[in-house]
């Protein structure tokens, strides 16, 4: 049994994190850019496929003789497909429901779908990590658009896709996912029930497969505290933890997994050394250029982290604030430290390129016009007033996973 909040969660320890999470009993408490863009599979009988492999292929229907990765590379994470059950039949409640069993500053994916010019359009959802650590993927549609909201805590990722390959044909397929229990650079590989492909969670690629090589679309969101959903978005909805499961919400089941001295699971790759494994940075691709922006530690003398940078000629400002615990720190998410929220942004308006600086109030503030902006990039003030910067998909992660699929990234540095 755990005792006290572990520095170094073991392997061991791990998978019977994973088992219980799979299981939904309580374990014993401890205290679309793309990322990629596809690659040729490799076609290969299957026989041959399966010689070096450390997971099960029992009552799959997959074509494991198509694969962009080496299938050695995949390994079993310990629960059976859908051990993790994705969440199918989203409801919502509203804001103020939600408020009596969601504290102000637990994280959540917020999500508005985006109109034809890549500015929101819709009210906006959130899903609460209090729920998804349990689920890790739900099916939704939102504003006629079927989207796949996933949450991966052995990499800290959260990331949503379209569910199609071809949003812009009126009769593409929409696929439903979801967890095949094994793991690749201890990132959650998905399947798709149509074709039970396999897909890398961080990615959105398929990688084993009928379907292997394709991409899927991601979808800009954010990562955010409740409070900063509920300030955008007054009138959004929040995912119901009337799931028709049985699971302890609230509960973290990998208490203390975020220290950052600790190793990842199931994590066989060299960790790449520039950084800590466990530290966290916002990432982001663009034309194929990745980027790591470390998130710096939270400074109360400067609640707002400000960076103007370019990618592929690209304008773009990353803004991070505190306020939103770690869903991965304490045995209860609602007592997780504070780990800072993050928003990506081209910040070129109207075909004026913007330079913003922090303006000491959590909100950052533009050199040309003196308007400020939210968390969320629209203009609370000033000139632009009402304006708003358009999204750019990216991801909070924990650099040793960031770096294993993105093993060219630059990581910005400071003057």
């Not at 939103?324 to 308006?349: C, E, H, K, N, T």
Request: glycine share 8%; charged share 20%.
């Amino acid at each position: 049994m755990i005792t006290g909040t572990p520095r170094r969660l073991t392997r061991r320890t791990m998978t019977g994190l994973f088992l219980a999470a799979a299981a939904g009993s309580q374990v014993p408490t401890a205290g679309a850019q793309p990322l990629t863009t596809g690659a040729t599979p490799t076609v290969e009988p299957a026989s041959d496929a399966l010689s070096d492999t450390r997971f099960s292929t029992s009552g799959w229907n997959t074509d494991f003789g198509r694969h962009t990765v080496p299938l050695s590379e995949i390994t079993s994470g310990g629960p059976p497909p859908d051990g993790i059950p994705p969440i199918d039949a989203p409801t919502f409640v509203a804001i103020d429901e939600a408020s009596d069993w969601l504290v102000a500053h637990e994280p959540v994916i917020a999500l508005g779908v985006l109109d034809a010019d890549g500015m929101p359009a819709s009210n906006g959802r959130a899903y609460p990590l209090q729920i998804l650590i349990w689920h890790e993927i739900v099916n939704d549609v939102l504003d006629d658009v079927p989207v796949l909201v996933t949450f991966c805590p052995l990499c800290n990722t959260s990331i949503v896709f379209d569910r199609r390959l071809h949003p812009d044909q009126s009769e593409a397929t929409v696929y439903d996912f979801g967890t095949t229990g094994n793991l690749r650079h201890s990132d959650l590989v998905m399947w798709d029930r149509q074709t039970e492909s396999w897909w890398q969670q961080v990615s959105g690629e398929a990688i084993v497969g009928e379907l292997a090589g394709s991409v899927l679309t991601s979808i800009p969101s954010q990562l955010i505290s409740f409070a900063k959903f509920r300030e955008s978005w007054p009138e959004g909805q929040v995912l119901s933890r009337a799931t028709g499961f049985d699971r302890p919400y609230g509960d973290n089941p990998y208490p203390g997994y975020d220290d950052i001295d600790s190793s990842p699971f199931l994590f066989d790759s060299d960790v790449d050394g520039r950084l800590p494994a466990k530290q966290r940075v916002v990432g982001v691709t663009l034309d194929d250029e990745a980027v790591a922006y470390p998130i710096p530690d939270n400074d109360p003398n400067d609640p707002a982290q400000v960076i103007n940078d370019d990618i592929t000629d690209i304008p773009i400002v990353v803004i991070t604030t505190e306020g939103a615990a770690s869903a991965l720190d304490a045995s209860q998410i609602s007592s997780g430290r504070d780990v800072g929220q993050s928003g990506v942004f081209r910040r070129d308006l109207d075909g004026r390129v913007l330079t913003f600086a922090p303006s000491g109030d959590g909100t950052m503030m533009d050199e040309e016009t003196g308007s400020s902006w939210s968390l969320t990039g629209e203009a609370i003030d000033g000139p632009l007033a009402e304006s708003q910067l358009r999204p750019i998909a990216h991801v909070i992660v924990f650099w040793f996973a960031w770096a294993a699929f993105q093993p060219e990234t630059r990581i910005f540095e400071r003057d």
